[in-house]
């Protein structure tokens, strides 16, 4: 037994819940069932281990309790079917109920990449399939995946709860897919893969604008992934992404917890390990020929870290992948990122041309990275009163801290310009 400190069990209990959830829902098939006994679980790990100490083997605890819970649902379902039903009276025998727990689960084992398939059903849409993994997966919240979609978190909730319906109801078990079929999963593997790293490296809503566990998950997966499929271009050029995104963490916040955007942040700071890694593995990828989303943006995050500094970044060449990119995807974040290329190659008005056609997206309209975009540009041409509302307008509409706290300052800033050139005319 050792004793943890809570944010050291916090990270452990998030490493061992997926990997435990497939080592349940496999051996017992029912996915929702296996949720909440697991979710059971942590619980009592959550309460008890903070003066037990860890086990040798938590991973196996944790297991050990959740079958447990399992088991005793069953039980207690057959008793109430019992007095219900004289056929289930006359048939008392359930084996998932008298079955021993067997103690198939090691310390060393890692069923995650297992769960990640798993989850990306054959009956669920991918969208639902998504969504369903981001959450026993990733660990994220209802509200951050319906964040990342750009969706109501209602709505997202319904999804969730309509996967579970659909798994369990289908024909098609849930286990370990054939070679087969987790080919025709991968996409939607990657896809999970590509936000939880997001939502790691840049929190939608948690006071921790930098969620370092979920974004070195995302890695770690990634990596071992790619290890077993290294002939596969699109995860190598997800795992390159995502390390040459990675590369900046250490520069992207302050000494006070302050955001720090890309063109101020202190570039002796940058991973250049990773930057390495990451350029080498998306060089070899394009060399290949054929071409995929997660490969363009790791070619374009390889830009960015190889500029020496921020003005000396070869935006045209960001542009056109990021044309290429939009001709791939109809994702109203890429036009975004694609307006902003624009601007910095053809000016900001030529960015806000591309803006202001971009707001008749309703998946977008209302998110503040549009208003902080177009603020940035308006700040630009010199417009600081549009600038300065449109600052505040992203703030409010922002659920992250730390980006809410940058906007606002940005806001302030644009403000008192205003004040400086009304005092100099005068």
């Known amino acids: 037994m050792t004793d943890p400190a809570p944010n050291r069990l916090g990270h452990l209990l998030r490493e061992l819940a997926p ?171 990657l896809h999970v893969l590509y936000l939880v790293f997001n939502e790691g490296y840049a929190s939608s809503e948690n006071t921790d604008f930098v969620r370092r566990d979920l974004s070195n998950e995302a890695i770690r997966l990634t990596r071992a992934l790619f290890a077993t499929r290294s002939t596969s271009a699109e995860i190598g050029g997800l795992l390159a992404l995502m390390l040459l995104t990675d590369a900046r963490r250490a520069a992207r916040m302050g000494s006070d917890g302050e955001l720090i955007p890309l063109d101020a942040q202190d570039r002796t700071r940058w991973n250049q390990p990773q930057i390495i890694e990451g350029v080498a593995l998306i060089s070899a990828l394009l060399s290949q020929g054929k071409v995929g989303p997660y490969q363009l943006q790791a070619a374009i995050a390889a830009i960015h870290d190889e500029a020496r500094d921020f003005a000396s970044t070869d935006w045209p060449q960001i542009l056109a992948f990021y044309h290429l990119l939009e001709r791939m995807s109809d ?75 940058y906007l606002l300052t940005k806001a302030s800033r644009v403000r008192l310009s205003v004040g400086r050139s009304s005092s100099e005319v005068e």
């Open 19 to 189: 990997q435990v959830l497939a080592a349940v829902t496999r051996k017992h098939g029912d996915f929702a069932d296996a949720e909440d006994a697991v979710q059971d679980a942590l619980f009592a790990a959550a309460t008890q281990w903070p003066d037990a100490g860890v086990p040798e083997n938590p991973r196996g605890w944790l297991y050990h309790v959740a079958a447990r819970r399992l088991t005793d649902q069953t039980r207690s379902d057959i008793a109430r079917r019992d007095r219900e039903s004289v056929v289930l009276r006359e048939n008392p025998h359930c084996t998932a109920a008298t079955a021993p727990i067997a103690d198939d689960i090691t310390p060393d084992g890692d069923d995650t990449l297992l769960l990640l398939f798993m989850c990306c059903h054959p009956s669920l849409t991918s969208s639902n399939a998504i969504a369903l993994t981001l959450r026993a997966v990733g660990g994220l919240t209802t509200r951050e995946i319906a964040s990342a979609y750009l969706v109501p978190e209602a709505t997202m909730a319904q999804r969730i709860s309509r996967a579970k319906q659909i798994i369990k109801s289908s024909a098609v078990p849930f286990a370990d897919p054939g070679e087969s079929e987790r080919a025709a999963r991968l996409q939607s593997v």
């Open 331 to 405: 994702n109203p974040m890429v036009a975004l990122n694609r307006a902003i290329a624009a601007s910095m190659v053809h000016g900001p008005d030529a960015g806000l041309t591309q803006l202001d056609a971009l707001a008749a997206d309703a998946r977008i309209a209302t998110h503040y990275r549009l208003d902080a975009a177009r603020a940035h540009m308006y700040e630009r041409v010199g417009d600081v009163t549009k600038a300065a509302a449109l600052f505040r307008t992203a703030a409010e509409r922002t659920a992250s801290t730390a980006e809410r706290n």
